[in-house]
């Protein structure tokens, strides 16, 4: 098997290959352009949108050539793949916002030289397109019967599928016959729930383009209980600090299950193997593989100096809250009047962004979940709903420290 291949495989990346003997053949020959495509149907990607990424770096510094294809002419229809019902029709102008910014988030982590990586929207070739010229010349191609064979489509008949989203496929294939025609691109790579769509494009080719290209897709991760993986209680983990900060991004991985992180140092670090090996090798610590875990995936998508800070803020928090460096955990500036007049716990809580509502911050408290800082640093957990904070609980640094449960921090600030 191709050297690049070979690493995607040891790596956990390899899911469905449409010809993997063939693909690798192609790929000793030569540097192989390869694409992913992300619709901007948000204004930032979240985790789970990272394995490809990770994988398109592992293909990239093997010699061959990617492509990021931002879905600005995709994404003005849904997707239905993986949803139970169409999503919400976003305008184009919210459209090339969001597309703007996940280029950025993009960038920083694939790094865009206009050589061996860049970026493209097919928003340039689609928004443009003759809706009968597209059916004379793509459409025609498209066989309804396959279509619904695929499970995406399979699913959704059950709950209704609308023909706008019955045409998604034949958007995504053309992007694939376009990349095709003006860059050589004889590969998609994405998620396994894509497999449909890119076989479509791939079969595009081969009818159209009277050539062979290949389909690769990579598992969708979970977790070693089986829950998808980077879903919180608080939603989804975002690349966006002002919508995950840095510091609870960091904690995600610090915080992930024993299991977990041998596959996820492979998956999301760019560590050799035989290092992520060493790291869970039977005996050792696997605090410092969460650890060494999250401040690698940190650097990789926030920078090391941000990292460097969120570790050091996660080290304070794991140490109770007393001492350390607590720059990097969250903030929450509060009214210091309603300190003085005495900041009552279901509030300070709710409004420090520790409970989502105050039933939530309530029953937080009586279970004996909430804490708070003394002068020493000393967390004391506070179990009266009633309870007021005052300033006498302020630090040397006028700061006071709250913990709901065992693993979510805050700093608050009087101002």
């Known amino acids: 098997m191709n050297p690049a291949l070979e690493n995607l495989k040891t790596r956990g990346f390899l899911q469905q290959c449409s010809d993997l003997d063939a693909l690798s ?186 050539a062979e290209v290949y389909a690769l897709t990579f598992p969708l991760v979970c977790n070693a209980d089986g829950t998808k993986m980077g879903k919180t209680v608080n939603g989804a983990v975002f690349l966006d600090p002002n919508l995950t900060s840095v510091y609870d991004f960091f904690q995600y991985w610090r915080n992930i299950q024993d299991a977990d992180v041998r596959s996820f140092l492979k998956r999301f670090t760019f560590l050799p193997v035989e290092e992520c090996e060493k790291i869970t090798a039977p005996g050792m610590n696997p605090n410092e593989g969460k650890e060494r875990l999250a401040w690698e995936v940190t650097a990789l998508v926030h920078g090391k100096d941000e990292a460097d800070r969120a570790m050091a803020g996660a080290r304070a928090a794991f140490g109770g809250g007393e001492g350390g460096d607590r720059s990097g955990m969250p903030r929450a500036e509060l009214k210091q009047p309603m300190f003085e007049a005495g900041y009552n716990i279901v509030d300070l809580f709710c409004d420090a962004g520790l409970a989502a509502t105050k039933s939530d911050g309530r029953r937080l408290v009586q279970q004996g979940g909430a804490f708070v800082s003394k002068p020493d640093g000393s967390l004391e957990a506070i179990k009266d709903p009633a309870a007021l904070i005052k300033p006498d609980r302020f630090d040397k640094n006028n700061e006071l420290t709250l913990r709901a449960g065992k693993k979510r921090y805050c700093v608050a600030v009087p101002r």
């Open 25 to 210: 053949h192609l790929m000793d020959e030569g540097p192989v352009t390869f694409y992913e495509g992300t619709d901007p149907t948000g204004g930032s990607m979240h985790i789970g949108h990272m394995v490809p990424f990770f994988a398109f770096q592992h293909m990239r510094k093997s010699g061959h050539k990617g492509i990021a294809l931002l879905g600005g002419g995709t994404a003005r229809i849904p997707d239905p793949t993986g949803k139970s019902e169409m999503r919400k029709f976003l305008t184009y102008e919210q459209l090339d916002q969001h597309t703007e910014s996940i280029r950025a988030q993009i960038d920083r982590f694939i790094g865009f030289d206009g050589k061996t990586a860049w970026s493209l929207n097919n928003k340039d070739w689609l928004a443009g397109l003759n809706y009968i010229e597209f059916l004379r010349e793509i459409g025609i191609h498209f066989s309804v019967n396959r279509m619904l064979s695929f499970e995406t489509y399979k699913m959704r008949m059950e709950t209704g599928l609308s023909f706008i989203e019955f045409n998604y496929q034949l958007l995504q294939s053309y992007d694939f016959l376009e990349l095709f025609r003006r860059y050589g691109c004889r590969l998609q790579i994405g998620g396994d729930d894509q497999w449909g769509n890119i076989v479509a494009g791939a079969d595009l080719i081969r009818r159209v383009g009277k």
